[in-house]
């Protein structure tokens, strides 16, 4: 909810009828009221008298996994699945919930993880995961939605040294010392490995050069390279709580096409939520 309203979304926060009165008809009528435009999200921990039931899993009402339903059950898991992916994923299921059934708008209900087992239980409640979690659901609901996501993004990286790698694959963010092009490849620690963030620049410890969304385009797929730092705003990123790295035109640093191969050049992309738009950055001693 907070996370939507500082991104400038529209969004209501519902009653919890079943700590109240157990009626979740509560949450059902106050989100009705506002009409079949809207979509209709659930947000729980899971639980069972097993210790060793695990995972994350979500569902729709069943015979409703399709249209609008489908799309907005796939973004919202494929966005909590990218900050997750040592969980076990139990999939998309469908059920009779009541929520799900007597909402009139597209509706889904998430299981975050179980807390009776003790590796979901440490992941689910770790500040990081949670404030990733929720900046990754709330893009993809807001699309969804379509709501517009405000071009400004707070920065989270702080000055300093790194190495950067890609979530999906642990490859490291690499300048090509000869013609510039930007791709991941094994991390070796090399000096055209190495980047140091300041002013918003990520700085290439080996030349100088700077990252830079290529001829300062606005389009999806434009390759990012190493260049002389002119100060453009091509040239300047933030790294938002997901892990995105932001460019210039709302866009996020994309490893091409999902590949996980050495050599897929890095491009700016919109932000999907998947795991080849998701970074980490190792802070190197200086």
């Not at 995972?55 to 009402?61: A, D, M, Q, R």
């Not at 994923?89 to 807390?115: C, Q, S």
Request: net charge neutral.
């Amino acid at each position: 909810y907070n996370r939507i309203k500082s991104l400038g979304g529209d969004v209501v926060l519902l009653q919890d009828g079943a700590t109240v009165s157990t009626d979740l008809s509560v949450p059902v009528k106050q989100a009705n009221a506002f009409g079949k435009d809207c979509v209709f999200l659930s947000v729980h921990a899971n639980s069972a008298t097993d210790p060793s039931a695990n995972g994350s899993e979500i569902f729709c009402y069943k015979g409703a996994y399709k249209g609008k339903t489908k799309e907005l059950t796939d973004a919202v898991y494929n966005a909590y699945r990218s900050v997750v992916p040592d969980l076990r994923n139990r999939g998309v299921k469908e059920a009779d919930y009541y929520v799900l059934r007597e909402t009139v708008m597209p509706a889904t209900l998430l299981e975050l993880g179980f807390v009776g087992n003790n590796k979901d239980a440490v992941i689910i409640s770790d500040p990081g995961v949670i404030a990733r979690g929720a900046d990754a659901m709330a893009r993809a609901l807001m699309k969804v939605a379509g709501q517009p996501v405000g071009p400004e993004y707070e920065n989270t990286l702080a000055e300093g040294f790194y190495i950067i790698t890609s979530r999906a694959s642990g490859k490291a963010l690499d300048l090509n010392k000869t013609n510039g092009r930007v791709a991941v490849y094994d991390k070796h620690g090399g000096n055209n490995q190495q980047w140091v963030y300041v002013n918003g620049f990520f700085k290439s410890v080996e030349n100088g050069l700077v990252l830079d969304v290529e001829r300062g385009s606005k389009d999806a797929g434009a390759r990012i390279v190493g260049y002389q730092a002119l100060g453009g705003a091509n040239q300047k990123f933030v790294v938002d709580s997901a892990g995105h790295i932001i460019t210039h035109n709302g866009m996020c640093l994309d490893v091409s096409g999902g590949s996980t191969d050495s050599g897929t050049p890095v491009i700016q992309y919109p932000i999907t939520g998947g795991m080849n738009q998701l970074w980490d950055f190792h802070k190197l001693p200086r």
